[in-house]
Structure formats: C-alpha cells, structure tokens
C-alpha cells in the first residue's frame, strides 16, 4: 500500500502562495486578537473561582445567575455545557472567597434557592490573583526556554539558517493556533499553553525530519541548485510526514471526539497544531532556510546550504 | 540463532518479564476495588451506613463498632461478617497501591491545594523591635514581591537599602551584615516552612485521608494533595488554623473605662465641626441591654457611618448596610462608648458589641489616633463567636494584658470529652481538656495562684475562646476550654492542639477540586480514547505497511506496557493529561518506524536486496529519528519544569514515551528482522 509513489512538486516554487496563505491566516488571526482584546484566558491566569455543577432537574442559566446575583457576585459568567438534558453548567467569577471559599457561597446559595433541584459539584477551581500572574509569567518563560533549547540545539547539530526557519516555523504554528483560538472565542488555560508546547514538539519534530534530508542530499548531489536540493528532499519526505501525520491525527482526533470534556480544548488545540505543523514544516520551514541563505550570499553570488559539504 | 542475536532476545524478553511483574499490584488493584464495591454497597443495604460512614469507620478502625450500632439483630452476623471482609481487603489494598499505578487527583477525584507561608507575619514574630517603619517596609516587600515575581528575601534587602537602614536594626545582632542577616532570616523561614509541613502532616493524617501528600514547592509555599476527600470544608479548616494557643490576663473594669474615655476623647476631637446627629428615627431599646458603664437603658437609634466618621466618604464605601446602632443620648458626647452595650448579668469588664457596629468598632480600633492612646501593654481582642441575647447578637471585645502568661506549646494532650451534670449550664455539649507539660504546669500553677479573682482568657490565633475567672490556684497543669457548638469542631480543636501550633500562619492561594463523579468520567473516557485510538493506529499500520505494519504495532504495545510499567515502577501519577499524553504517543512512536519503512522503501526501489535495504534503512533513518526526538524531548522536559500537576503527568508519559519508543521501535523491531531474515530467506519484503 502507498499512498505517493516518488513525488516531483516544486514546492520551493510555490513559496510566494505559501507565505500569502500563511500570511493572511495570521492576519486574520492577529485581527481578531486584536477585536477581542488580546487572548481570552482562562481562570489559571485570571484567577477568580470556576464550579462545574450538574444539577438533577431542569434549571436555566438565567436562574443560576439569579441566585449567584443575590450574592452580590456580579459579573458570574454562566455557561451551559454538554447536551441541554445534562443540566451541566460551568458558573465562573472573578471572586475568591474570604473566608469561605467562594465556590462553596456559591453552592450554598443554589441550595437554599434550588432545594428540590439535587446538584453533583463535578468540580471546583479556586485561583488566587497572585498565581494567576505567576502562571503567565512561567508559561512565557516555558515558551521562550523550549525555543531557545530549539534555537541551540539545531544550530548545533545543522547550521544557525537552519534553526531560524525551524523557529519561524514553531512561531508561526503557535500564532496559527492561537488566533484559531481567539476566532472561536475559546480560553487559553493552562493545558492549551502545554498543547502550545506539543505542538513546538511535533511541528519541529516533522521539520528536522527535511532537515536532515537536505542535509544529507547536499552531500551527496553537490551540483544542484539549493531550491532543487530542498525540492528533492521534501518531495522525498513527504510520505512519511504524511503518514506519521496521519496517525497523530488519528489518535488526537479520537482524544477530541471521546477524550472528555476536560481535555476536549486540549485535544482541539492539537489536531490545529497538527495540521498546521505539518503544513509548516512542508511549506514554511526550508523556505525561509532558503531565503535567509539568498540575503547571506548574495554578495558571493552563491547559495550555500551547507558549509561543511565544500 | 547467533548469540549476540540470542543475547538480545533474552535481553528483550527479560524487560518484558520485569515490566509485567511490575505491572501486577495494578492489575491486581483493579479487582480489589471491584470487591470493595461490592462489598460496600452491600453493607449499606444491610445497616443502612452510607458510604462516607463505612470510609471514615474503615480509616479510623471502627467500622465494626458502627456496623454493630446501626444493625437489627437478624442480620447482625452477616453484616459483621462482610465487615471483617472489608477490612482484610482493605489492608491489602493499601500495601498492592503502594506497589501500583497512582490515580491522580484528576481520576480519582479530591482536593489539590496550595497555601503560601505568611512570611511578613513570620519576620514580624522575628523581629528585635516592631515599628511603623518594619511595617511599612514589610508591607512594601510584599507587594513589590509579587508584582515583580522576584524572591521575598532579595526585595527586602533591597528595600532596606534603598532606605538607608541596616537589616541589624531590627534583626539578628549588633555588628552582623546585612548578607548574613538575610542569610539567617532565609534559613529561619525555611525551617518554619518544613516545621509547618511536619504539623500539618500530623493534622491530616489525623483527619483519616489515605496517601495524603504534602510537598514543598519553591521556598514558601506548600502543596497539599487530599484524595477522594469526603468533607473538604472540615479538612481545609483544620490545615489552615495556626492554633497558636495562648493564656492571657483580662484587664479589669478601671483600666476598660479609662481607655474607653480616651477614645471618646479623641472621636469627639475627630467629629468636630460636623452636625449633631438628627435623633428623629429612634428606636426603642431593647429591654436585655443597657448603655456601657453608665448603666442606663441605652435609647438606641440608626445613624450612618459618615454621621460617626465625618464627611470622609472614602471610608464608607466598603459596606452595603452602613446603618449603626448608638445610644442616642450618648452619641454627640461619647461618640465611640455609644457604639458599645452592656449585657446584663456578665462581668462588667467584657464589652459587647452589636454586630452591626462590629466593622465601625473595628475600623475606629485601627485609627492611629485611637492606638496612641491604647496602652502598649494592652491589646483588644474580640470572642471567637458572637454571644445571642433575645433576638440580638453581640460581639464581645475584651482588653487584655499583651504579654501572654503561658503559651499553648507548652500543651502535650488534648482531649474531646462531652460535658455531663444536669445543672451545668453546659451538660451535654462538647468540650475539650488540654493537658500542660512540668514546666507550663508550673507556670500555671503561679500564674492562677497569683491572679484569684481575676479573668484569665484562652487566645486561640488572636481571638478570645474563653475567659474565665480564676476561682483559685490550679496545680494539676489541666484545664477546658467550652464553647464549641459541635462535637465535630471540637474534635477539630483538639486535634490542631495536639498538633501543636504553626510557626506562621498559612492562607490558601489556589485550591482544585475534582468531584468523585468527573473524575470517573474521565478514567473511563481517557481508557475508551486510548483504546480506539490505539487500535486504528494499529489497523492503520496493517494495512498500509503489511507484515512490517506488524511487527510496528507489537513495537508499539511494547512501548505502552514499557511507559505504564515504568509509572508502576517509580510510583508515578497518571493523570487525565497523562493518559493524553500516553496517546500521543502511540501517534508519534510509530513516527520512527514510518520513517525506517520509508527508507527501506526507497531503498528497495534503487534495487538493493532485502537485507541490504533493512541495512540502509535503518542506519539512515537512525540519524534522523535522535535528531526529532531530542528536541522533541527539549520541549518535554520545559513542559515538565513548568507545569503544574496534571501537566507534569503529561509530560512525563510523553517524555517516556519518546524515550522507550527509540527503543521499541529500533532496537525491537530491527531484531525481529534480523531473526526473520536470518532464517528464512526473503523473496519480497511485506512492507
């Protein structure tokens, strides 16, 4: 079975559709960064209190709201989730309580309001202010140190050209994901900031794999333009990142259909960061190698892809 | 076989054997529990205990004795029968999950929480000498801490500095530097934090939860993991009292009047120039109470808190109901007395306060005025609870010496005894008897003999338990403290004074609960996810690669029984995102494998034979497969360092995964091509 026979695309060629494609999905996806006023985050770097409650019988979100209103917690945000005959709701303030935890204000004013309407706490999460701003300030770090861990590790073992395309294609995935998130209006939490880092993980893992064809295809066909090197290289890899491509989708796809509510955003993130990755390591990575070679050697009047091939 | 061939077959087969010897205390778990299940709910239908009942009666080692309690005669012997049942299974589900996977929180459902070390207060206790300026440079510290999320320490040395002052001032000895003051300040608030983590080790692992985990995170806070918690209200009060118990004198009703006046004094200083209060909307007194000191029945009338304050709105804008009660003929003369009450029938010394003025009598005690005029050695402190008289409650301050008599660290027992006697005011109710040590009975003994006559209160963190008179010396060493209002916080308060006392409070910065009913969910979906996302990985692989498919996919099993064995192995946590993570891996462990098939393709299409091809393949793509997994790896090990909890969990099988997947899909599966090409001699290579 096999799904490409030896592959010819000139893919180097289409680079130009490349960049305006992945150009306009991080416009767009800046654009609505922009109109929603920065990322949507989650309780993890808010703070504030989260209760997931699942009530026996009938109860809108109206009435829940009315009730947590009588507490004087005024900007709750009520959200439905599940089908309708779950009667399952995810309350969220930005209080934490004093003295009493404000989940548990919460869950004693819905049972005075509602006490025919038995309720299970599926959970609740109370982050103080405090955390939440620490947790910002080391996802940023954890982001940064894993590019850079990146940055080093594939100067060292290719050449720095080669790192840079590999982080402008991380960077490029990561703001993908991040504006698909944003048009969907959905949270950044800490478990997306760690699919964010899987999605560094998988998307550079795909990239080294071209990489490593094009560093050894120079060796062996020294003649050749570097556009035709990389050509070669991808259009002999392509199988595979499709493949391996594939049974990742699988598996993340299936975490989000049956995964669950808790990792359900999680597993999103990762099937856009999957599809985005490979489209970056294909289309984004070895361009912009290509380029940044072009603008370094134009003096000489000569693409070097390797400098230890000559 | 050759026997380099025979080497690694024995090699691979011993690291199977291991990993399923293991792999059993898990496997055996997941039938035990069933049992208990069963067990559990038939018990409940015999006695009708509820399933929290049968928990707490099998942590506390009186399971039996409910069972006995809440059963007829009939079915009696079945019930205890299935009773002993239990407990065996349950001793040995203890010692098989020590040897097992751990579930964590997010499983198996329970409470994860932090509680940072309150360090100012801690360097306040610490201090040679306590002034404004410490304070405000104390206060400062903290928040610039945790604007700028850089250590306590550095910021307050910075501070010190920046002021010009030298941290020998106020801390350590004359002469010391500043370097080595913090130095010892560091390790001071390092030893406070483990001596906490010790008591509250103890508290919990009084309270009857089972693996409780509490762990040290960066240098002040602590990390509290409480599975399958029942009452988590109850646990979380338990960890976050201080129980600093404290003996200390109440001052007499001369001393009470004269700082009284004082305030006055200064309020109606304060309240100069403002209008006299308009008495129209009085309101009858009520009958129980008369105004303080004077003994006259208190007229009392609403008045607003800008009536007492002045004009200075910013102060008034925190409460919603800002209405107070005052004793109208009063209040223009004796603005703060008017606030307070007398009830009849109690020690003329003790100050009740309307709880509706209790926030005006607190923010009017904080002034810096009024605290001028509060003698140093003295200090109000308020009752525990609030005292109820008719339909009235009232808060009750009291003025008492600073300087405790005795200190709770000298206690070494404490004990819940419920109060017999039918004349006692107090038969029946819960109470708790503490036991002094030599030295604190000593004490006790001079101090009651000393102060006949007088009050004596027990201070529990600041606030007044009790103050009773002391009728005459006390040698024994013992005493009791009353007032609880259930047997259950009794219970509470002696085991937090058994513990013994934290050496600074502690508050709770983050708390997650997962409900026992998600967390099922989410085993049972994480295992259903698993399970079909492996087998279409698996089908995939057949299908699309053939044989070598196969021989891919028994790699991959082998990977999934080498992570799980592993986290058996270390006794690791499985969290949800763990099992996430275990699934990702299966789509990428079989990334090494489609590369090397790949290869081999590619190089059978040139016309190498089969062999050469294997060869070649899996040299080239060997390269190749460490330079995607190290970095693939990078991104793991930051995750690891950076996350929290259940990310940690993902991480972690993620890492593993990768790890054992350089193995199984290599080293595996190019021995299982070697055995097979060596014997038999391939005409076409099923790839």
């Known amino acids: 079975m096999q799904f490409f026979k030896e592959t010819h695309i000139d893919i180097l060629g289409k680079r130009k559709f490349a960049y305006m494609f992945s150009g306009s999905l991080i416009l767009i996806g800046i654009i609505s960064l922009i109109v929603h006023g920065g990322p949507k985050y989650g309780i993890d770097f808010t703070g504030g209190t989260s209760l997931e409650i699942k009530f026996e019988k009938n109860i809108s979100a109206g009435d829940i709201r009315n009730s947590i209103n009588k507490i004087g917690y005024g900007s709750a945000e009520i959200k439905r989730i599940g089908v309708p005959e779950d009667h399952q709701f995810i309350i969220r303030v930005e209080q934490m309580g004093e003295g009493a935890d404000a989940a548990t204000v919460m869950e004693n004013q819905l049972t005075k309001d509602y006490p025919d309407n038995k309720y299970d706490v599926r959970s609740a999460v109370e982050i103080g202010p405090k955390i939440g701003g620490e947790l910002r300030r080391a996802a940023v770090v954890a982001i940064l140190v894993s590019l850079l861990g990146i940055l080093i590790y594939v100067s060292a073992r290719f050449e720095f050209k080669f790192a840079i395309g590999a982080v402008v294609a991380l960077f490029h995935d990561v703001m993908i994901t991040l504006g698909v998130f944003s048009l969907l209006n959905l949270e950044i939490s800490l478990a997306i900031v760690a699919a964010f880092l899987t999605i560094v993980g998988y998307s550079l893992n795909d990239t080294i794999v071209v990489y490593d064809r094009i560093r050894e295809n120079a060796k062996i066909i020294r003649r050749d333009s570097a556009e035709n090197i990389m050509n070669i290289s991808i259009n002999q890899t392509l199988s595979r990142t499709i493949i391996t491509s594939l049974t990742t989708l699988i598996v993340v796809v299936v975490l989000y259909l049956i995964g669950g509510e808790v990792i359900h955003d999680f597993s999103f993130a990762l099937i856009v960061g999957v599809v985005i990755g490979t489209y970056s390591s294909i289309f984004v990575a070895s361009p912009v190698v290509l380029e940044w070679s072009k603008r370094t050697a134009s003096k000489k009047g000569q693409v070097l892809l390797m400098r230890s091939t000559r | ?687």
């Not at chain 2, 509680?115 to 440079?137: C, G, H, M, S, T």
């Not at chain 2, 500095?161 to 801390?171: A, E, G, M, P």
């Not at chain 2, 599975?227 to 209200?233: E, K, L, S, V, Y």
């Open chain 2, 1 to 687: 076989m050759p026997r380099n061939q025979l080497l690694k077959v024995v090699f691979v087969l011993a690291l199977i054997v291991g990993s399923l010897f293991s792999l059993y205390p898990t496997f055996q778990l997941g039938g035990m529990q069933k049992n208990e299940t069963f067990l559990v709910s038939r018990i409940t239908k015999l006695t009708g205990l509820t399933k929290t009942d049968i928990e707490v009666g099998l942590t506390e080692g009186t399971l039996e004795s409910k069972v006995r309690d809440h059963t007829s005669q009939d079915s009696l012997e079945n019930a205890l029968q299935l009773a002993d049942h239990l407990i065996k299974l349950n001793t040995k589900i203890i010692k098989v999950e020590g040897k097992a996977i751990r579930r964590g929180l997010d499983l198996q459902g329970g409470t994860y929480l932090v509680y940072e070390v309150d360090l100012p207060q801690l360097l306040n206790d610490v201090a040679k000498n306590k002034d404004q300026r410490l304070i405000d440079i104390i206060k400062a510290t903290q928040k610039q801490a945790e604007q700028s999320g850089n250590d306590f320490f550095d910021v307050l040395q910075e501070n010190f500095r920046s002021r010009n002052v030298r941290l020998n001032r106020y801390f350590g000895r004359k002469g010391e530097t500043d370097d080595d003051i913090i130095k010892e300040l560091l390790k001071a608030s390092e030893d406070a934090i483990d001596r906490t983590i010790a008591i509250l080790r103890n508290r919990v692992d009084q309270f009857g939860v089972s693996e409780p985990s509490i762990t040290k995170q960066g240098t002040r806070r602590i990390v509290i993991e409480l599975a399958g918690i029942q009452n988590i209200q109850r646990a979380k009060k338990v960890i976050g009292t201080t129980a600093l118990l404290e003996f200390k004198l109440v001052r007499d009703s001369e001393m009470v009047w004269s700082v009284l006046n004082d305030i006055d004094r200064v309020m109606r200083l304060k309240r100069k120039g403002q209008q006299p209060a308009k008495v129209d909307t009085a309101k009858l007194a009520e009958a129980d109470t008369t105004q303080f000191k004077e003994g006259k029945k208190a007229e009392n009338k609403e008045v607003s808190l800008s009536d007492l304050f002045g004009g200075d709105t910013s102060q008034t804008k925190a409460g919603k109901d800002t209405s107070l009660l005052v004793d109208q003929n009063t209040f223009n003369e004796k603005p703060f007395t008017s606030l307070l009450r007398q009830v009849t029938g109690r020690y003329s010394n003790v100050i009740s306060v309307p709880i509706q003025n209790v926030a005006a009598v607190q923010r009017i005690l904080q002034l810096p005025e009024v605290r001028q005029v509060i003698p140093s050695d003295s200090e109000f402190l308020w009752r525990i609870k609030p005292v109820v008289v008719g339909e009235n409650s009232y808060q009750q301050l009291y003025l008492v010496k600073k300087e405790p008599e005795l200190l709770g660290s000298t206690l070494t027992d404490a004990k819940v005894q419920i109060s017999g006697g039918a004349q006692s005011l107090t038969s029946g109710a819960a109470v708790v008897n503490f036991q002094l040590n030599s030295e604190g009975t000593k004490t006790f003994a001079k101090v009651t003999g000393m102060n006949v006559g007088k009050q004596l209160a027990i201070v529990l963190d600041h606030h007044i338990a009790m103050a009773p008179n002391i009728k005459g010396k006390i040698p024994s060493g013992s005493g009791q403290i009353e007032g609880m209002s259930s047997i259950d916080e009794a219970k509470d308060l002696a085991l937090v004074l058994r513990a013994g006392a934290l050496p600074a409070p502690v508050y709770a910065i983050t708390e997650n609960t997962v409900g026992p009913s998600l967390g099922h969910d989410s085993i049972q979906k994480g295992q259903k996810s698993a399970i079909i996302g492996l087998l279409l990985v698996v089908l995939f692989m057949i299908f699309y690669y053939r044989g070598s498919g196969a021989i891919a996919d028994f790699a991959l099993l082998l990977n999934i029984v080498f992570i799980l064995a592993f986290m058996a192995g270390f006794h690791a946590t499985l969290t949800l995102p763990g099992i996430a993570g275990i699934i990702l891996t299966v789509g990428m462990a079989v990334d090494a494998n489609v590369l090397i098939f790949e290869r081999i393709r590619e190089e059978l299409r040139t016309g190498k034979t089969i062999r050469a091809s294997i060869d070649s393949g899996y040299s080239h793509a060997f390269k190749t497969i460490l330079d995607a997994n190290v970095t693939t790896l990078i991104t793991a090990i930051v995750l690891y360092s950076f996350g929290t909890g259940p990310i940690k969990g993902f991480a972690l099988t993620l890492s593993i995964g990768i790890i054992a997947s350089m193995f199984t899909a290599i080293f595996v599966t190019r021995l299982i091509y070697d055995i097979i090409t060596s014997r038999v001699a391939l005409k076409k290579l099923s790839i």
